[in-house]
Every structure is written in C-alpha cells, then in structure tokens.
C-alpha cells in the first residue's frame, strides 16, 4: 500500500466520525464500494493520481460517480481528501478504512484464487472450510487466474495455502533441474 502512514491517519480520523454518528456500517459499504470501483477502473485511477487536473475537477468526477450510491458523509470527506491534495490515496484510504471495521467486527480477509469461477455451492463450502479452521467470520474475495490449471491458492491475512498445479509443476521441475542421477558410461 503506497502512502499507507496516510492511509492509515486519514481512515483513522473517518472511523472515528463514523462511530460518533453511528454510521460504521454505512460508511464502511461505502468505502468498500469506492475501493473496488477505483482499483477495478484504470481510467479513475489515473485521473486521482494526476497532477495536471484540478483537485474541483477531481472532486467533481468523485462526486458524479458516488453521490447516489454512498452516504453524504463519505461524499464529504472525498471532498475533503480531494482539496489537500490527497485523491491519489482514496483507494488506499478506502481500503484502509474498510480493514479497520474488520477488525472491530472481528472479520478475517480470506481471498482465494482459482483457475475457474467458482459456483455459489463450492464458495459456500470453501467460507464454511475457512470459518472452521480459524474460528472467525470471514469476507471473501474470489480471483480467478487461468495460469494456475487447476487446484487453488487461500490466503488468509500473512497464510498461504497453495494447491494449484501451476506451483506443483514448478516444484517438479526445479526437482528435475537438481537430479543428483549421474548416469555411467
């Protein structure tokens, strides 16, 4: 996370105003929802990071974008983020702000990757798996990555559980590459 001391400040001082006007859970969808939109939209991204446009003008693409789907609050404090000049880390603020009511709520990030998409049955059995194995709610996130052919990877916070046929093929080969057989003639 790049600018995370800032992040983390910023986020801090918004989830202490969402708890005073109890609004955590609000806030917290919407912060969730402006993170994914930002990091899920290249153009965005790049129009936040600029300094070439205004920070008004920034203000104004946020506003467009948001203001019918998050609080007046949360629309308020990207206002704010944008006039000092921090519109570059609204995404990290975002995100920052979101693992903050995860950990009050007590929710473990868990994100698993697979080759495929996975259906509703199997999601529900993999967050039923994980819930079992570390006593926690969790929030998951699904990527799929076709390199892997096949098998999964879990993560959950610093954890990895690695499963896929892409690491096991690798494993294969560095084993083939050090073969200690040396045949006699």
């Known amino acids: 996370m790049k600018n995370a001391k800032v992040a983390v400040r910023y986020s801090k001082a918004l989830f202490g105003l969402a708890q005073e006007l109890k609004l955590t859970d609000q806030i917290s969808s919407d912060m969730k929802l402006i993170s994914d939109t930002v990091n899920a939209n290249r153009e965005l991204e790049m129009v936040l990071q600029s300094p070439i446009i205004k920070p008004a003008q920034k203000e104004n693409v946020l506003t467009a974008i948001f203001n019918s789907s998050v609080n007046s609050v949360t629309i308020q404090f990207l206002a704010m983020l944008t006039r000092k000049g921090r ?23 868990a994100q698993i990757t697979t080759a495929t998409a996975l259906d509703a049955d199997t999601r529900a059995a993999v967050a039923s798996s994980i819930k079992a194995a570390i006593g926690k709610e969790i929030e998951l996130t699904e990527k799929v990555n076709s390199d892997l052919i096949g098998g999964f990877i879990i993560r959950v916070g610093d954890k990895q559980d690695d499963t896929s046929l892409q690491t096991k093929i690798g494993k294969l080969r560095r084993a083939f590459k050090e073969n200690p057989y040396v045949k006699d003639y």
């Open 87 to 109: 519109s570059a880390d609204v995404s990290n603020v975002a995100e920052a702000f979101h693992n903050r009511y995860l950990d009050l709520k007590g929710i473990a990030k």
